[in-house]
C-alpha cells in the first residue's frame, strides 16, 4: 500500500518519473499518493492535489478518459481515483441506505439471485440492445466500419496484385493492359486466372480505365 504523503503547497512538485512514452510524472509510477488525512489525491501529470481525479480535472485539464489515465500512469484497471476519505463517505452513506430503505435491499437481493442463477448478464445484454445508440457512437461505428472495409478491400487488392506478378506481369495494372485490352480475354477469365471475385475484376479495371467492355464481359452483356 502506498503511504499517504503530507502536501506541501508552496513547493513546485518535481518530475519524479516517466511514463513508458515519457510523459513526465509528477508521483511514482504505479502509485497514487494521497494526503496524511486522506482528503485528496495527487494527479500524475501536474502534480495537483484533488479529491476526485476521474470527473472534471482529468477530463478536461488533460483530456483524458479514467482509464486512459490509469494505463498511462501504471495504475490497475479498477484503481480508485479519488480521495481515500471520499470512497469511505459514499460507502459509509451506501451502507446508511441499505439499511434503511427496503426497496433497495430488495432490489439488491434479485441481483444477487440473477446474478447466481446467469441471468444479470443476459438481461444486461438484452437491454444494451434495446437501447438506441447514441449519435456519437453511431458514428464511432460507421467510421470503423468504413475504416474496416477499406483496409480489407486494400489488403485483397494487395492479394491481386501479387498474383499478377506471379503470372509473369510488372504489375496488376500491367496484367490487365495486356490480358484484357491487348488479347480480349473476359472478365470472368480474368477472374479465375486472378482467383479473385468477378467484381473485383471489374472495379480493377473501372480503375485503370480500360473498361469494363460489356462485349466481352463473359456475362451476357451485363458484367
Do not use: N
Not at 495537483?48 to 483524458?64: C, F, I, N
Not at 489488403?155 to 506471379?166: G, I, K, M, V, W
Not at 467484381?199 to 480503375?207: H, I, K, M, T, Y
Amino acid at each position: 500500500m502506498v503511504p499517504p504523503r503530507r502536501r506541501r503547497a508552496d513547493d513546485a512538485p518535481p518530475v519524479v518519473d516517466r511514463a513508458l512514452d515519457g510523459t513526465p510524472l509528477y508521483a511514482p509510477r504505479g502509485e497514487l499518493p494521497s494526503e496524511v488525512d486522506g482528503s485528496a489525491v495527487q494527479c500524475h501529470l501536474c502534480g495537483r492535489w484533488y479529491r476526485d481525479l476521474a470527473s472534471a480535472h482529468m477530463r478536461w485539464v488533460h483530456q483524458l478518459t479514467a482509464g486512459e489515465y490509469r494505463e498511462l500512469v501504471g495504475l490497475r484497471p479498477r484503481h480508485p481515483l479519488q480521495a481515500p476519505a471520499r470512497s469511505a463517505a459514499q460507502a459509509e452513506l451506501m451502507r446508511h441506505r441499505i439499511a434503511t430503505e427496503p426497496r433497495l435491499r430488495k432490489a439488491m437481493a434479485e441481483g444477487v439471485t440473477l446474478a447466481r442463477r446467469g441471468e444479470l448478464q443476459a438481461l444486461a445484454e438484452r437491454a444494451l440492445r434495446e437501447r438506441p445508440a447514441a449519435l456519437e457512437r453511431q458514428w464511432q461505428l460507421a467510421a470503423s466500419g468504413s475504416r474496416l472495409g477499406t483496409a480489407r478491400a486494400d489488403a485483397f487488392r494487395a492479394r491481386r496484385e501479387q498474383r499478377a506478378c506471379a503470372l509473369g506481369y510488372v504489375s496488376l495494372e500491367d496484367f490487365y493492359r495486356r490480358r484484357y485490352h491487348d488479347r480480349h480475354a473476359r472478365v470472368d477469365e480474368l477472374a479465375a486466372e486472378l482467383a479473385c471475385a468477378y467484381s473485383a475484376v471489374r472495379g480493377d479495371l473501372e480503375r485503370f480505365g480500360l473498361g469494363p467492355d460489356r462485349g466481352r464481359s463473359g456475362r451476357g452483356g451485363s458484367g
